[in-house]
């Protein structure tokens, strides 16, 4: 494993109490950063706490709720003085159906979660990160978003959605020092399984040249350095995780 430089930075880290945010979380550790975890499943926070150790605060936070996001922020500014890095990694996939098929209710909890969500945590961070003149906000997105998976429409569509917002917001902010990029990895194999019937994970890894699943770690590596201070260069951009899927 390379060694990053996070000393003395601290994170955020949204859906940070399992699957991918957890392992980035470990990773920006490893780097010497601080974490703070953001999840709506207090109990799993509680474990991943324990797992991580020493560096690590947490704050139950509902990402689709603006007044949940605003107090997080407030929790949070209360236990470190700075946010210096903002992972938006909470996500949810919705159910593999047909567009015609698609619960109305379903459609709208996807794009609560995984776009309204995302926008509000930079909305209420950028402001501070604008004050400091420096941040790193990394937005985990997909190659879905990209290629429009089939029977997977919302999820496919919400993750193109924030590739736009990371290519708007990157713009807005490239004469300050905040840079804003996005991830766009093919299927990592983690509890998000669970919420897809195993036909739709086939067809997702027969997508992937390399024949296999990324793993969560490759996946933190990346949003690692996005978030040091080498990262200084790049913003609005997109950066592909998808084991040679993607064409563009």
């Known amino acids: 494993m390379n060694q990053l430089d996070l000393s003395g930075r601290h994170a955020v880290i949204t859906g940070g109490a399992a699957g991918l945010g957890l392992a980035i979380a470990q990773r920006m550790l490893a780097s010497g950063a601080q974490v703070t975890l953001w999840d709506l499943d207090a109990a799993a926070l509680g474990r991943a706490a324990q797992e991580l150790g020493a560096g690590v605060h947490t704050v139950v936070v509902d990402v689709g709720e603006h007044a949940s996001v605003v107090q997080a922020v407030r929790q949070t500014l209360a236990q470190q003085p700075q946010i210096d890095a903002l992972v938006n990694c ?54 879905a978003g990209k290629d429009g998976n089939p029977n997977a429409s919302a999820y496919s569509a919400s993750k193109a959605a924030v590739i736009a917002l990371t290519k708007s917001l990157g713009k807005e902010l490239a004469d300050t020092g905040v840079r804003v990029n996005c991830v766009t990895p093919a299927a990592v194999k983690t509890a998000i399984f669970e919420q897809m019937t195993p036909e739709h994970i086939a067809f997702m890894l027969s997508k992937i040249p390399m ?38």
């Open 211 to 248: 024949g296999r699943f990324g793993t969560p770690q490759e996946v933190a590596a990346m949003v690692a350095w996005l978030c040091t201070e080498e990262c200084s260069f790049s913003t609005g951009a997109v950066f592909d995780l998808s084991g040679g899927r993607s064409t563009y």
């Open 90 to 143: 909470a996500g949810i996939t919705g159910p593999n159906v047909k567009v015609w098929d698609y619960p109305p209710e379903q459609w709208l909890q996807v794009m609560q979660v995984n776009l309204n969500g995302l926008f509000y945590c930079c909305r209420e961070l950028v402001p501070h990160m604008r004050e400091r003149n420096y941040g790193r906000i990394v937005n985990i997105a997909s190659v």
